[in-house]
């Protein structure tokens, strides 16, 4: 007979996605029974390119693996396109994060709200004070989004107009960005400190706005603020070139991109992520903020061939996961939920009247991720991941039996 789940079970320590054997063992199944909603991994697996090399990396398990990953970090910059010197990997997206906020040990630490909760985690961690702005929603146009950026900021910075991509995006005037509403509290920041920002937002999945983002990246340079653009979704919209911030790292040595393997991949248990800047003193200082083994030879491995691998299964992935994101967003809607408008492989809605959605799809096998830890949002907020269409219908029907049984 299976357990009956209450909400304090999974009340765990870390209140993040993807606990498939907590929820087992709670209900006394086999974690491959269950359905994970609550993490936002590509559904269409690992490629064997990848699988192949994590396999070739435990053949090297007998050594310790490389601390400069020189292997690693020149597979990457061929992949992004940067310097050797521009890369650090670690253990996962987190732990750059924590050997950033290790590093820099800022004073304050602003973040958006809602958003990744390891950004405050962190922060807490080094020490530093933490700012939540309240994010706003704003409806944009997107064209050219590289161009509106570097367009309508002109005469504010370069004088010139940098033009780095001509393509079009399909998005309409309907699409959404965010900015932090204006607060006093970017005045609190002071020299040394960081801001955090996620581009596509997560858990809302909407980019930031290209020309406020720009503006506040060049106001935090002139008063020494480091900024850290979390772009680990990016690969999932299709639209890594118009919407990533790398074309700025030069200009920017104040700017930090954050990226992961994790999730294109599908492989958060070999934990893989890696940051890009052109601030090598801070990579250095992030670097001796850590273990001199940063990660192991398997993880090493995966992350070389997953680094050759990325233009292309990125590319295939996203045109997989738009139609899918589409048709589970109105089948949301239809069940009376209010769905924002995301553009990554993961939707956040809004279920009035609805505090126990996470427990009782638990009941049906199914993971979801309740948004109630986040800042900014409450218990009737939750995100699922974009899964297959099998699989996405397998929570539609479930979310309809419940949405039903409240009206009989």
């Known amino acids: 007979m299976r357990k009956q789940v209450e909400k304090k079970d999974m009340a765990g320590h870390n209140g993040h996605g ?3 054997f907590e929820a087992a063992q709670l209900l006394g199944t086999d974690y491959r029974e269950l359905l994970d909603f609550s993490a936002n991994l590509n559904p269409f697996g690992c490629p064997s390119s990848v699988q192949a090399a994590m ?4 053949s090297r398990a007998a050594f310790y693996p490389d601390p400069s990953q020189r292997a690693l970090r020149a597979a990457i910059a061929e992949a992004e396109q940067v310097s050797p010197a521009w890369v650090m990997a670690g253990a996962g997206a987190a732990d750059v994060i924590f050997r950033l906020c290790y590093g820099l040990r800022p004073a304050r630490g602003l973040v958006c709200a809602p958003s990744f909760l ?3 985690r962190a922060l807490t961690a080094a020490g530093a004070k933490i700012l939540y702005a309240a994010a706003e929603e704003t409806p944009v146009k997107v064209t050219d989004a590289v161009g509106q950026m570097a367009a309508g900021n002109q005469e504010k910075f370069s004088g010139k107009r940098i033009v780095l ?7 309409t005037d309907k699409d959404c960005a965010y900015r932090l509403r204006k607060s006093r509290l970017f005045d609190e920041l002071q020299s040394g400190d960081v801001a955090f920002l996620c ?6 999945g909407l980019f930031v706005e290209p020309d406020w983002g720009l503006a506040f ?5 002139e008063r ?11 690969d999932f919209t299709g639209q890594e070139k118009a919407r990533s911030w790398k074309p700025y790292l ?4 104040n700017l930090v991109l954050l990226k992961s393997f994790t999730k294109l991949f599908a492989m958060p248990g070999i934990r893989l992520g890696y940051l890009l800047t052109a601030n090598e003193a801070l990579i250095c200082q992030a670097e001796q903020a850590g273990q001199a083994w940063g990660m192991s030879c398997v993880a090493e491995s995966a992350g070389i061939a997953a680094a050759k691998a990325h233009d292309d299964w990125a590319a295939q992935t996203s045109r997989a996961i738009r139609p899918l994101r589409e048709k589970l967003k109105t089948g949301l809607e239809a069940l009376g939920f209010s769905v924002k408008n995301g553009q990554a492989n993961f939707l956040c809605f809004h279920a009035p009247g609805y505090l126990d959605l996470e427990q009782r799809l638990l009941q049906k096998q199914i993971l979801l991720r309740s948004c109630g830890n986040y800042e900014g949002l409450g218990p009737e907020d939750y995100r699922t991941a974009v899964r297959t269409d099998t699989e996405n219908a397998r929570l539609l029907q479930a979310l309809k039996e419940i949405t039903g049984e409240e009206h009989r």
């Open 224 to 234: 020494g603020i480091t900024v850290v653009m979390d772009e680990c979704f990016l």
């Open 217 to 221: 990246l060049a106001k935090c340079r």
């Open 55 to 58: 396999q070739e990396g435990l």
């Open 118 to 120: 390891e950004y405050g």
């Open 18 to 20: 993807g606990r498939v």
């Open 250 to 253: 030069n200009e920017y040595p």
């Open 199 to 204: 581009n596509p937002n997560n858990p809302t």
């Open 165 to 171: 991509d001509d393509r079009k995006s399909s998005r």
